[in-house]
Antibody, heavy 120, light 107 residues
């Protein structure tokens, strides 16, 4: 069974940093493109970052470019999102999501999400 | 960025009703469109990919159609478990973008 489990969310002050993790299981992690998608409270979905299976393609939404870094550890079957210079509008549930085709295309499996709250 | 405009933003319907949601893209996105269902407090679930292909395990009452800039998502006979918010999402161009969502509520 495919499982994605995010962790690392919490309350952080504006300007602070946080690192999210996504532990993957039930599939060959190194063979899939992966993404981070977020959802602000009561709002819609926003794709923010992509990491290709080959490791040679990384893309970001403009809203996080230069502040967030996506990475992975194949040995640990884990995806990460390092977030710096956090702002109030980064407050959201952050989902790790597997790409279902050679992407970035779309998301066939999602984690349960981890809430990041940026507030003083 | 490609904008996706979903209509309506919300609707009220009864069990057994036929429900149709539209998604209009600001540019031609060919058939590079997916549809998701999201229930409160849960992650989205992929229902339709490449505009009209039903994801494995998804009931056949869900369907999608369209290409270019105009897309339609249909539930042929609404079931109690279908009350949720539905999103379209394009992957023709980066950044990947979502429509604003359509909340399907009980009448």
């Amino acid at each position: 069974e495919v499982q994605l489990v995010e962790s690392g969310g919490g309350l952080v002050q504006p300007g602070g940093s946080l690192r999210l993790s996504c532990a993957a299981s039930g599939f060959m992690f190194k063979s899939y493109d992966m993404n981070w998608v977020r959802q602000a409270p009561g709002k819609g979905l926003e794709w923010i970052a992509y990491f290709s299976s080959s490791g040679d393609a990384i893309y970001y939404a403009d809203s996080v470019k230069g502040r967030f870094t996506i990475s992975r550890d194949i040995a640990k079957s884990s995806l990460y999102l390092q977030m710096h210079s956090l702002r109030a509008d980064d407050t959201a549930v952050y989902y790790c999501a597997r790409d279902f085709q050679a992407g970035p295309t779309g998301f066939d499996y999602w984690g349960q999400g981890t809430l990041v709250t940026v507030s003083s | 960025d490609i904008q996706l405009t979903q209509s309506p933003s919300s609707l009220s319907a009864s069990v057994g009703d036929r429900v149709t949601i539209t998604c209009q893209a600001s540019h031609d996105i060919r058939y590079y469109l997916n549809w998701y269902q999201q229930k409160p407090g849960k992650a989205p679930k992929l229902l339709i990919y490449d505009a009209s292909n039903l994801e494995t395990g998804v009931p056949s009452r869900f369907s999608g159609s369209g290409s270019g800039t105009d897309f339609t998502f249909t539930i042929t006979s609404l079931q109690p478990e279908d009350f949720a918010t539905y999103y379209c999402q394009q992957f023709d161009n980066l950044p990947l973008t979502f429509g604003g969502g359509t909340k399907v509520q009980i009448k």
